[in-house]
T-cell receptor
Framework: TQLLEQSPQFLSIQEGENLTVYCNSSSVFSSLQWYRQEPGEGPVLLVTVVTGGEVKKLKRLTFQFGDARKDSSLHITAAQPGDTGLYLCAGEAWNAGNMLTFGGGTRLMVKP | DTGVSQDPRHKITKRGQNVTFRCDPISEHNRLYWYRQTLGQGPEFLTYFQNEAQLEKSRLLSDRFSAERPKGSFSTLEIQRTEQGDSAMYLC????????????FGPGTRLTVT
């Protein structure tokens, strides 16, 4: 069974602060995806990283895939209240179905 | 592009009743997935279809659960004899083809079994 552990589980910060969310596993994934989920809604895809060591930037968000393809991080610079939400990492299996294994999520609250 | 849609958005049912949920994927996507998410947890994989063929089922999917995708377009997930432990958000996602392609989720169906 492939497991993904996210840390921290909860994060409450002030507007303007920086933060990093970690996603770790002992398993190797074909790709790693990050999603953001609002209460009562489905997850929304933020980014997919495919190559070991890959770094992708999406405005103030920076995503990194570990060299060994087992871990990933999400860094947010100068957080804003609009960044509040549940951040989920998901590893994609190598099998034909490419099913996702999700981490438990990081609930972020950014206070104005 | 209307995205992935799910119906109903909310369902309250009494224990022992049957319920059916529908998912309409993005039209050109050949893969369709069902996930279940309980409060405070990440989604857990239930089953997936490639076109009309159901190719994988999780051990979470007991014999009370059945899913279909009859023409390779929309899909239904039925739960028979619902139990309180079935209360969760049921999420549908679709994607096109191969690895490294993001999956697009619908808004989910929130099931409450009383």
């Amino acid at each position: 069974t492939q497991l993904l552990e996210q840390s921290p589980q909860f994060l409450s910060i002030q507007e303007g602060e920086n933060l990093t969310v970690y996603c770790n596993s002992s398993s190797v994934f074909s790709s790693l995806q990050w999603y953001r989920q609002e209460p009562g809604e489905g997850p929304v895809l933020l980014v997919t990283v495919v190559t070991g060591g890959e770094v992708k930037k999406l405005k103030r968000l920076t995503f990194q895939f570990g060299d060994a393809r087992k871990d990933s991080s999400l860094h947010i610079t100068a957080a804003q209240p609009g960044d509040t939400g549940l951040y989920l990492c998901a590893g994609e299996a190598w099998n034909a179905g490419n099913m996702l294994t999700f981490g438990g999520g990081t609930r972020l609250m950014v206070k104005p | 592009d209307t995205g992935v849609s799910q119906d109903p958005r909310h369902k309250i049912t009494k224990r022992g009743q049957n319920v059916t949920f529908r998912c309409d994927p993005i039209s050109e996507h050949n893969r369709l997935y069902w996930y279940r998410q309980t409060l405070g947890q990440g989604p857990e994989f239930l089953t997936y279809f490639q076109n009309e063929a159901q190719l994988e089922k999780s051990r979470l999917l007991s014999d009370r659960f059945s899913a279909e995708r009859p023409k390779g377009s929309f899909s239904t997930l039925e739960i028979q004899r619902t139990e309180q432990g079935d209360s969760a958000m049921y999420l549908c996602a679709s994607s096109q083809g191969t690895s490294g392609i993001g999956k697009y989720f619908g808004p989910g169906t929130r099931l409450t079994v009383t």
